[in-house]
């Protein structure tokens, strides 16, 4: 996890997201001002309904105020959602990981607690993951997270060392019923500082859904990939002689799944 470090970094990932600038532009033309207003389209779009609603009723031998009232309602409502569908502005969503193979399980070991950013919850390690949701699907725009760094007893007695930094909770992340941490803005400020407010057209983090995922001291986890075995860092200096004491560490960035609470 690392902030964008050049306007060129951040230009690439407009690209990646919402495609590339020419795109973007055209895309703003269609969307810009138009001539004809909401409300002449709602009520051009109730009078056509209201013009097939009188055919239909004299075709069936029916009364036709109460069909036009439905088709007229019926017709603005598709006006309407098919303006706003023309509206509607869709980011690419981020690339699927794939699975990790299961290592072991064990305990997280008491730890230094880290501030959750959108819970505002102390916790041994947490993950935020921003969705973009609608009735069109589903766009993952940003998954994170991060630990001070933590030990896990595994039920065979050894343990694995997960380092502060980065770290990835497999699963998908509980919603947040609402925003409680001031350091969630923050957050997004640090990965992108040239974030502004919600009117960009453009942000690289667009989101409706904010889900998280904390774990803490005490919760049972499994270990996900491939661990090496180091030396503790109580031993780098040990003597040859000695039999120095060792630890497991994920060869890359840490992968958990919570098993059960505390």
Not at 9 to 23: E, S
Not at 64 to 74: D, F, N
Not at 197 to 209: A, E, G, I, Q, S
Not at 233 to 250: E, G, H, I, K, T
């Amino acid at each position: 996890m690392r902030p964008i470090g050049s306007a060129e970094d951040r230009q690439a990932l407009l690209d990646a997201v919402w495609g590339p600038q020419i795109k973007r532009a055209e895309l703003m033309r269609h969307l810009g001002p138009r001539k004809v207003t909401t409300r002449t389209r709602l009520i051009a779009a109730a009078l056509g309904g209201m013009g097939a609603a009188g055919v239909a009723a004299a075709l069936l031998g029916v009364p036709g105020t109460a069909l036009e009232l439905v088709a007229g309602l019926t017709w603005a409502a598709f006006g309407m959602s098919k303006m706003m569908s023309r509206q509607r502005l869709i980011p690419s969503g981020g690339a699927a990981i794939a699975p990790q193979p299961r290592f072991a399980a064990g305990q997280i070991l008491p730890c230094p607690a880290v501030v959750a950013p959108g819970s505002g919850i102390a916790c041994a390690a947490w993950a935020l993951e921003l969705r973009y949701d609608g009735r069109w699907g589903s766009r993952t725009t940003l998954r994170v997270g991060a630990s001070t760094g933590f030990d896990v007893a595994l039920d065979g007695g050894e343990r694995v060392r997960i380092p502060p930094g980065p770290l990835w909770i497999e699963d998908t992340l509980p919603q947040l019923a609402e925003l409680e941490s001031p350091s969630f803005e923050e957050l997004l400020r640090a990965l992108d500082p040239a974030r502004t407010d919600h009117t960009d057209p453009w942000p690289l983090f667009r989101f409706n859904v904010i889900g998280e995922e904390t774990l803490h001291s005490g919760d049972r986890v499994e270990i996900l990939g491939v661990v090496d075995r180091a030396l503790g860092s109580s031993q780098q200096q040990a003597m040859y002689r000695d039999a120095p004491a060792s630890v497991l560490v994920p060869r890359t960035v840490p992968a958990l799944r919570l098993v059960a609470r505390r």
